[in-house]
């Protein structure tokens, strides 16, 4: 700021200066540059300005005074006034350097300075958010007690859990006396909207991969009436590249259009060129473009990919499954090895078969385009298995994307709404269940709804909450399953919605954000990863308001239990410094952020590690217990809601077949 002072301060004096011809005759200065400039370029502009030298002269001596005055007040379109100096200055050295030699010297330093300027300015360091409305987790908030259940002493199936697997499971199971019993206030886990001024805003899942004929989730939506209601994401997603990681990266980039010649006919690429320059120079944070621009750059990586894509016979499946194309022993050998080994270390994998492993070497900026990809949904790549990282990129970075108004809540909201109108079917909020206990024949299962206790019978228990919820509540588990569900990680979730006065992105699905870490930062470990525009899913965009939703998911495994209730300012604010540089990126001040709401989702997506598809970890933790069944994302070993529904369908399959023959017997 003393530089801008500083300046600010010579401004100023060099626009009263222009009063006084003794100290600067502009009108002699501009004549002279004429006679100069005589059979060049600037010829016609240079005869001009010097028949209206007086009023030039005027002209100027204000534009500089009120520029000075603006960095001296430090006003919010100090950013504005400096670009126009700059602009001026490349104007006058064009005129007058024939003339005029020195005007050289003595305008690089204001140039330098204006720079520098920019720099600072262009670098946020916002300490402190504004005092917003949302002062606490909104998942951690207290709600009035429902209204008590009526619960009948005998049910069909009793369903724990009433997130996207128990709410497949009952929606399977309709027709059964069916009973979903569910800690929270809410319906629908980790796949919920909620709405603010007509707009539906995901709380967690936003999206999942283009459903294929024929699985789960493809037959779920079609049954729910919701098949081709999506938007594809691919042609509407933009990235958010962090500046210095793209021009420390330019090398790579520029080996990457080289062997693709018709994209340098592409206007875009030379805007962001252009753009990736200015903003380099002057230190601004962000430069956005469109996802399918980079397609260059991940070329190699993209045709390794093809090689195991949906539409090949060598896509690798979770769960595994000899149909799949791949041997036990190939998906052993790849869930044995981290897929940065795969990808990055070739001297790590020598032993892998090469019709495995990628004949080109990747760069950085693939590598961070990874790590991103990732860290979405909580995996590291030093930490996840090849085998489950290959499903994952084929699937998220590779693949198409899909989503619904709202989410993946618009999902289990529809759900939720068929079996509210089916007698058959009991939904039951704020129940804590204390104890199952199952014989061969029946089931009892005692849990409390507002303090009031109950006592109910069943002949089947879907267990459909997180595994690591289960502690004392079913005793009688054998040892090995219980030893395989402590392996089960779970990682936290956090969830940002950014509630604005101005309606943003409207044309984007959202952006990724391609950074290095900064392990400097208190709060790397809980940075967003991806900016989802909820809007864009939205028939009527126009509302006045804008929402934006960060995905903050924690993927370290030292960061894990760090969230707690008091840190909710903390991380507010880091999401307000967040959510202002990537504004600022698209030329959006920060000021019209009105809101920030922080759900924090504990222990809510299941990781899979290296050597867990190979030992069967979710095999044997999933294995039915008497007439208890387990369906949820940790049954399958992957947190999406693919697998969350693949996984209440196939015990609500299993467990049919057996009231279906007792019913015969």
Not at 245 to 251: D, E, H, K, P, Q
Not at 403 to 409: D, Q
Not at 646 to 659: C, H, S
């Amino acid at each position: 700021m003393k530089v801008q002072y500083f300046f600010g301060i010579l401004y100023v004096l060099a626009g009263i200066a222009k009063a006084f011809p003794e100290l600067e005759n502009v009108p002699v200065i501009l004549h002279n540059a004429a006679t100069v400039n005589m059979g060049t370029n600037v010829e016609g502009l240079s005869l001009l300005l010097a028949q209206y030298g007086q009023t030039v002269n005027i002209f100027i001596g204000f534009l500089l005074a009120i520029s000075g005055m603006f960095l001296l007040i430090n006003h919010r379109l100090v950013k504005w006034v400096i670009y126009g100096q700059m602009i001026m200055m490349c104007f006058f050295v064009a005129i007058l350097f024939r003339s005029q030699p020195q005007v050289i010297v003595l305008d690089s330093v204001f140039f330098i300075a204006a720079i520098y300027m920019l720099r600072y300015h262009n670098r946020f360091r916002i300490v402190q958010s504004p005092s917003f409305q949302s002062e606490n987790f909104e998942n951690h908030i207290t709600q009035p007690p429902c209204e008590p259940t009526k619960f009948d002493d005998y049910y069909d199936v009793v369903i724990v859990g009433a997130g996207a697997s128990g709410l497949t499971a009952a929606y399977e199971l309709q027709d059964k006396k069916v009973l979903c019993l569910e800690k929270s206030i809410f319906f629908g886990g980790n796949a919920r909207y909620e709405t603010s001024h007509e707009i539906k805003y995901p709380t967690a899942g936003v999206c999942f991969q283009l459903p294929y004929k024929g699985t789960d989730i493809a037959n779920l939506l079609d049954k729910l009436g919701l098949t081709d209601k999506w938007k594809v994401s691919d042609q509407d997603t933009v990235v958010f590249f962090d500046t210095k990681l793209l021009m420390s990266c330019i090398g790579e980039v520029l080996t990457a259009n080289l062997k693709q010649p018709l994209q340098l006919l592409n206007p875009a690429v030379w805007k962001l060129t252009f753009t990736l320059t200015v903003n380099w120079i002057t230190g601004k944070r962000y430069v956005v473009a469109p996802k399918k621009l980079g397609d260059p750059i991940f070329s190699d990586l993209y045709a390794f990919l093809d090689q195991f894509g949906k539409n090949t016979n060598k896509f690798p499946s979770i769960p595994w499954h000899s149909k799949c194309g791949w041997s036990r022993q190939e998906m052993e050998l790849l869930d044995s090895i981290s897929l940065y080994d795969l990808l990055f270390q070739p001297h790590k994998i020598e032993h892998i078969p090469n019709k495995l492993k990628p004949t080109k070497k990747f760069g950085r900026l693939v590598q961070s385009a990874i790590e991103t990809t990732l860290r979405v949904e909580c995996l590291e790549v030093k930490d996840v298995s090849a085998y489950v990282g290959l499903h994952f990129l084929i699937g998220y970075l590779r693949g198409s994307l899909v989503t619904l108004p709202g989410g993946n809540g618009y999902i289990t909201n529809k759900i939720v709404s068929e079996l509210q109108s089916n007698p058959q079917v009991t939904l039951a909020s704020e129940c804590e269940i204390h104890n199952i206990e199952s014989s061969a024949e029946i089931a009892d299962i005692k849990f409390l709804q507002n303090g009031r206790q109950f006592a109910i019978q069943t002949a089947n228990v879907i267990w459909a909450a997180p595994k690591h919820s289960i502690g004392n509540i079913i005793t009688d588990l054998p040892q090995k399953q219980c030893e395989a569900i402590k392996q089960i990680a779970h990682h936290d979730y956090c969830v940002a919605n950014v509630m604005l006065s101005k309606s943003v992105l409207l044309q984007n699905f959202g952006g990724y954000v391609i950074e290095p870490n900064n392990i400097n930062s208190e709060y790397e470990w809980c940075k967003t990863g991806v900016c989802i525009v909820p809007q864009w899913m939205d028939a009527y965009k126009e509302h006045g308001k804008g929402l934006l939703t960060l995905l903050k998911p924690i993927a370290p495994k030292s960061a894990q239990n760090k969230i707690g209730t008091e840190q909710f300012t903390a991380i507010q604010n880091k999401t307000f410094e967040e959510i202002s540089e990537l504004l600022m990126t698209i030329d959006i001040d920060k000021n019209h952020i009105e809101n920030i709401k922080l759900w924090f989702w504990n222990k809510s997506l299941v990781v899979a590690t290296k050597e867990q598809l190979k030992n069967n970890i979710f095999v044997n933790a999933s294995k039915n217990h008497k007439l208890i069944s387990f369906a949820n994302q940790d049954s399958i070993g992957i947190g999406n809601i693919e697998s969350a529904i693949t996984a209440g369908k196939v015990v609500a399959d299993q467990i049919r077949v057996q009231l279906d023959r007792k019913k015969a017997s």
